[in-house]
């Protein structure tokens, strides 16, 4: 009997990867794809404008041309557009949280008139289409006449971001909060802490694990957000990534450096790839809900 359930394990194992061997091959290839492009890109980014057309990006027979970096970085204005959106998204991310925070924790813990009816509109509010509220909003921004002001266009933008993170932020962290237990409270409680010191001092440092991962989902959606900065922004000086890029993809035309755009792509894409690399395992349990602290 005990002889026969090391096999019994090993055929089990067997058939689970049979059965799953379909899905393996396929999440493989794709990987196998999407590896391919990447260092594709990134061959094309230290190769020449003749070399990427002739398809010997690999080959690098001119060698490696680090000035596509740089060409890119100063030339291109990718320094002005990376600046820009490392501005958006630091201080979005600050901005959400310092809002979103106390206002989940409350909804979460605390019963009042409204409260259901305050989560019923901040989930609605998640449905509604950006394109829906975006023209609205341009059309008052225009008659404050706020877009040729350099400064002013800026804090414009970062106040529709935080926004339109808001609702976001506020039901995945009271979710978050709904499931940490009153007995910290209770405990500070007792100790003659009140509840906004309760929050500051014990509840808030014990969610970091679901401010982490709300933070890294609002970073990826400023850094790669399109639309909206391309109504609002009124000129290149506060133009973030997505649009600078679409803006030197289209002077290539006139150009012809398709090898420095696409040291601009990487340099572009580089923090979303670094984010994913050391923070997967956050990223990965903030869509499936498994990250609790």
Same mark, same amino acid.
């Given at each position: 009997?005990?002889?026969?359930?090391?096999?019994?394990?090993?055929?089990?194992?067997?058939?689970?990867?049979?059965?799953?061997?379909?899905?393996?091959?396929?999440?493989?290839?794709?990987?196998?794809?999407?590896?391919?492009?990447?260092?594709?890109?990134?061959?094309?980014?230290?190769?020449?404008?003749?070399?990427?057309?002739?398809?010997?990006?690999?080959?690098?027979?001119?060698?490696?041309?680090?000035?596509?970096?740089?060409?890119?970085?100063?030339?291109?204005?990718?320094?002005?557009?990376?600046?820009?959106?490392?501005?958006?998204?630091?201080?979005?991310?600050?901005?959400?949280?310092?809002?979103?925070?106390?206002?989940?924790?409350?909804?979460?813990?605390?019963?009042?008139?409204?409260?259901?009816?305050?989560?019923?509109?901040?989930?609605?509010?998640?449905?509604?289409?950006?394109?829906? @509220?975006?023209?609205?909003?341009?059309?008052?921004?225009?008659?404050?006449?706020?877009?040729?002001?350099?400064?002013?266009?800026?804090?414009?933008?970062?106040?529709?971001?935080?926004?339109?993170?808001?609702?976001?932020?506020?039901?995945?962290?009271?979710?978050?909060?709904?499931?940490?237990?009153?007995?910290?409270?209770?405990?500070?409680?007792?100790?003659?802490?009140?509840?906004?010191?309760?929050?500051?001092?014990?509840?808030?440092?014990?969610?970091?694990?679901?401010?982490?991962? @709300?933070?890294?989902?609002?970073?990826?959606?400023?850094?790669?957000?399109?639309?909206?900065?391309?109504?609002?922004?009124?000129?290149?000086?506060?133009?973030? @990534?997505?649009?600078?890029?679409?803006?030197?993809?289209?002077?290539?035309?006139?150009?012809?450096?398709?090898?420095?755009?696409?040291?601009?792509?990487?340099? @572009?894409?580089?923090?979303?790839?670094?984010?994913?690399?050391?923070?997967?395992?956050?990223?990965?349990?903030?869509?499936?809900?498994?990250?609790?602290?």
């Amino acid at each position: 009997m005990t002889g026969k359930k090391p096999h019994r394990r090993f055929d089990s194992a067997v058939k689970d990867g049979l059965r799953n061997l379909p899905g393996y091959l396929i999440l493989g290839a794709w990987c196998a794809f999407t590896l391919y492009l990447l260092s594709w890109v990134v061959a094309a980014s230290f190769s020449t404008t003749k070399e990427i057309f002739s398809g010997n990006v690999f080959a690098m027979s001119s060698g490696v041309h680090f000035e596509n970096y740089v060409s890119a970085w100063t030339t291109s204005k990718v320094s002005v557009f990376f600046g820009n959106s490392i501005l958006y998204t630091a201080v979005t991310l600050v901005g959400s949280i310092a809002i979103c925070a106390p206002a989940s924790y409350a909804l979460a813990r605390f019963r009042f008139r409204g409260n259901r009816l305050i989560q019923v509109i901040l989930v609605a509010s998640m449905s509604v289409p950006g394109i829906m @509220v975006i023209l609205p909003l341009f059309q008052l921004v225009a008659r404050a006449g706020v877009m040729n002001n350099v400064a002013a266009n800026r804090v414009v933008l970062i106040l529709l971001y935080i926004g339109t993170k808001i609702a976001y932020t506020t039901i995945f962290l009271y979710n978050f909060f709904t499931g940490l237990s009153y007995s910290y409270e209770e405990a500070a409680a007792i100790d003659g802490c009140s509840p906004v010191r309760a929050f500051w001092q014990i509840m808030l440092p014990m969610a970091k694990g679901g401010i982490a991962t @709300v933070s890294i989902f609002n970073f990826l959606g400023v850094w790669n957000e399109y639309f909206m900065s391309l109504i609002m922004a009124g000129s290149d000086k506060v133009k973030p @990534v997505a649009i600078g890029l679409h803006s030197l993809i289209n002077s290539m035309k006139y150009t012809g450096n398709w090898a420095g755009m696409f040291a601009a792509v990487v340099i @572009v894409t580089l923090p979303c790839i670094i984010l994913y690399l050391c923070l997967s395992e956050k990223i990965i349990g903030g869509v499936t809900g498994g990250v609790k602290g």
